[in-house]
């Protein structure tokens, strides 16, 4: 299967490519900078075309949509996307000191970057079992709010919105939408306190794309287990 994953140099987004590519799928891996891939360099090399680098910075619709027509034009199909690039900054920051440009460009990445994906790669999505995965977390639960993390947390929220509705959109053709709290991960957001090894999550990310593990819920919202989340 053609997995597309935003943010695939490093984390999480690094560990479902290199998850992927050990079961044997196609990753169309997406980085800001190709010219500088971190890790996925290494990984490709055992690999050889199985790991394809893509350009893709989620902000830039033209970008995305001219990457989309490539693919398009080459009659490629994709079997998975991961929306997985995030950012979180403006941490703890109490609401009287909040800058809203920072919550403006969270909300560009966070949330208007799998919208800018799934608007230009649904057309590409296989109908019938191609799955769509929003990365979630479980800051993004309204049931579970949190002084701190405005920016992030509203994002999530919103995505998790964004995920019902593209569901109610694409389900008739066969498509499913996911959103997935990846569990609190050691990457560079999570930090080294973080009880989670992102590859654990990659697994059962992977799981849900390969539909082995069909997650259970009221709304498509569950961690990597499966196990559905609060709202
Ligand atoms: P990291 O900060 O480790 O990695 C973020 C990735 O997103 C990087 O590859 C980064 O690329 C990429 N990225 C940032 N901005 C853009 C952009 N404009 N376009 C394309 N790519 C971009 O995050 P994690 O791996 O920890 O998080 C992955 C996902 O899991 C996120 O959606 C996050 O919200 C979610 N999550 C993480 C948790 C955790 O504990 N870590 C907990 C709950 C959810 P670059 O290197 O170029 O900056």
Do not use: C
């Amino acid at each position: 299967m053609n997995i597309l994953i935003t943010g695939s140099n490093r984390g999480l987004g690094y560990e479902i490519a290199a998850e992927a590519l050990e079961r044997g799928h196609h990753v169309l891996a997406g980085v800001r900078d190709t010219a500088a891939p971190g890790k996925l360099a290494e990984l490709a090399k055992p690999y050889g075309g199985q790991l394809e680098l893509v350009e893709l910075d989620v902000t830039d619709e033209a970008g995305v949509a001219a990457l989309a027509g490539t693919l398009r034009q080459q009659g490629r199909a994709i079997g998975a996307i991961v929306n997985n690039a995030a950012i979180l900054v403006e941490r703890n920051t109490p609401i009287e000191q909040l800058n809203i440009e920072e919550v403006a460009k969270t909300f560009d990445i966070n949330l208007f970057g799998p919208m800018r994906v799934a608007k230009h790669f649904l057309p590409l999505v296989t109908e019938k079992h191609g799955v769509i995965i929003n990365i979630s977390s479980e800051a993004g639960s309204i049931s579970n709010a949190y002084p701190g993390d405005y920016p992030y947390g509203i994002s999530k929220t919103a995505l998790n919105m964004f995920t019902q509705q593209l569901l109610s959109a694409v389900r008739e053709r066969g498509i499913q939408v996911l959103s997935v709290h990846p569990g609190w991960m050691k990457t560079d957001m999570g930090g080294e306190n973080a009880p989670t090894d992102p590859r654990q999550s990659a697994k059962g990310i992977l799981d849900m794309i390969e539909g082995q593990l069909v997650p259970k819920g009221k709304f498509n919202f569950v961690d990597y287990t499966g196990k559905e989340m609060p709202i």
